[in-house]
T-cell receptor, first 115, second 115 residues
Framework: ETGVTQTPRHLVMGMTNKKSLKCEQH?????MYWYKQSAKKPLELMFV???????ENNSVPSRFSPECPNSSHLFLHLHTLQPEDSALYLC??????????????FGPGTRLTVL | AQKITQTQPGMFVQEKEAVTLDCTYD???????LFWYKQPSSGEMIFLIY??????QNATEGRYSLNFQKARKSANLVISASQLGDSAMYFC????????????FGTGTRLQVFP
């Protein structure tokens, strides 16, 4: 595997289900990100992890729970979601330098549908 | 507040022609980075090109070049010799020096290349 991978690619779940999204990066980076992409809205940053520590939570509802066990893996645990949570969830990674040049590399995304 | 504006929801270009995708930005940071990403229908965000606010020359990467006009706060993407495979959504993004974790995205431009 190369780059950033995400599983599953598609997920349909009911509002009472619990599911998890997985992201793995093979780039040796130390920062990982979750984004939400809804139709006709800009990409929204959800969470940021730097060296396994959460450094950004962009006012995300508690029904989304991130987990970063190591620098290569990032999870997004989902429970009691709402239909408006249906979106493309993108994971990204970068090598943080503290500057403006860090390039984020994205995975293919998980297309989530909440019924 | 930082903001990215992409005013062209859709653009058409004939194969082998050049096309310019517009991007304007707003920031009070002195140091910032500007990025362009391509998102095909498969969903993955593909990094194309980067321009730093202190870079004196416009960035180029193969058929992609960035027309950076700092005084006008614009960072337009120029794609030369368009190919059918260039059909995708294109997003302009910015990172400021105040919060280097955050990448702010525009709403995107859908480019369609026709034969």
């Amino acid at each position: 595997e190369t780059g950033v991978t995400q599983t599953p690619r598609h997920l349909v779940m009911g509002m009472t289900n619990k599911k998890s999204l997985k992201c793995e990066q093979h780039l040796g980076h130390n920062a990982m990100y979750w984004y939400k992409q809804s139709a006709k809205k800009p990409l929204e940053l959800m969470f940021v992890y730097n060296f396994k520590e959460q450094t950004e939570n962009n006012s995300v509802p508690s029904r989304f729970s991130p987990e970063c066990p190591n620098s290569s893996h990032l999870f997004l645990h989902l429970h009691t979601l709402q239909p408006e949570d249906s979106a493309l969830y993108l994971c990204a990674s970068s090598q943080p330098s503290g500057g403006v040049t860090d390039t984020q590399y994205f995975g293919p995304g998980t297309r989530l549908t909440v019924l | 507040a930082q903001k990215i504006t992409q005013t062209q929801p859709g653009m058409f270009v004939q194969e082998k022609e050049a096309v310019t995708l517009d991007c304007t930005y707003d920031t009070s940071d002195q140091s910032y980075g500007l990025f362009w990403y391509k998102q095909p229908s498969s969903g993955e965000m593909i990094f194309l090109i980067y321009q730093g606010s202190y870079d004196e020359q416009n960035a180029t990467e193969g058929r992609y070049s960035l027309n950076f006009q700092k005084a006008r706060k614009s960072a337009n993407l120029v794609i030369s010799a368009s190919q059918l495979g260039d059909s995708a959504m294109y997003f302009c993004a910015m990172r400021g020096s105040y919060n280097t974790d955050k990448l702010i995205f525009g709403t995107g431009t859908r480019l369609q290349v026709f034969p």
